[in-house]
T-cell receptor, first 112, second 114 residues
């Protein structure tokens, strides 16, 4: 079973619109959550991290974490064509150096 | 901005062939990782290392060896390549190993095993 599950699998958003991505973990040991973004032909790049309950805002991007439900979301405000990419949720636990566990990704397409 | 480079960018080999994928980071990071990316599986950790000469097993290590020769260089070895190892391979590095530290990814190597 996938320890980090993302929904939806794909999402089409009009330019200027709001995109909402969801991520749920089944492992209560996960304490650190990341959103990575991967443009076509490139490696993933960290978009933002969230380690505490509540909201974290960075520009047009807002992440929300609820540790009790192991749910993290990402909201993209005022979506731009450059936001079209594959978005990964990734999680890590307290154990020292075990790498990240990634979800399968949500593909976001921003159309004019 | 952390820099991670990978070579080759594309590789085609035949079943049973030997393949070495190379990764170099120039950011003095201690940790380096090898992942494979497949549709339907996302990114999966193969091996990682926290310094020269060190190797740790990841989640999908079967059929892969790795070696960290210096702090900068991390290699992934496929000694008897199989078609199931056709994938997109990414190397990453981070300053420290626990989850609060960002991992920086290279551009990837696309490997095809015929």
């Amino acid at each position: 079973q996938q320890k980090v599950q993302q929904s939806p699998e794909s999402l089409s958003v009009p330019e200027g619109g709001m995109a909402s991505l969801n991520c749920t973990s089944s492992d209560r040991n996960f304490q650190y959550f990341w959103w990575y973004r991967q443009h076509s032909g490139e490696g993933p790049k960290a978009l933002m991290s969230i380690f505490s309950d509540g909201d974290k805002k960075e520009g047009r991007f807002t992440a929300h974490l609820n540790k009790a439900s192991l749910h993290v979301s990402l909201h993209i405000r005022d979506s731009q064509p450059s936001d079209s990419a594959l978005y990964f949720c990734a999680a890590s636990n307290d154990n020292y150096a075990q790498g990240l566990t990634f979800g399968l990704g949500t593909r976001v397409s921003v159309f004019p | 901005e952390a820099a991670v480079t990978q070579s080759p960018r594309n590789k085609v080999t035949v079943t049973g062939g030997n393949v070495t994928l190379s990764c170099r980071q120039t950011n003095s990071h201690n940790y380096m990782y090898w992942y494979r990316q497949d549709t339907g599986h996302g990114l999966r950790l193969i091996h990682y290392s926290y310094g020269a000469g060190n190797l740790q097993i990841g989640d999908v290590p079967d059929g892969y060896k790795a070696t960290r020769t210096t702090q900068e260089d991390f290699f992934l070895l496929l000694e008897l390549a199989s078609p199931s190892q056709t994938s997109l391979y990414f190397c990453a590095s981070s300053d420290k190993g626990w989850g609060g530290y960002e991992q920086y990814f290279g551009p990837g190597t696309r490997l095809t095993v015929l």
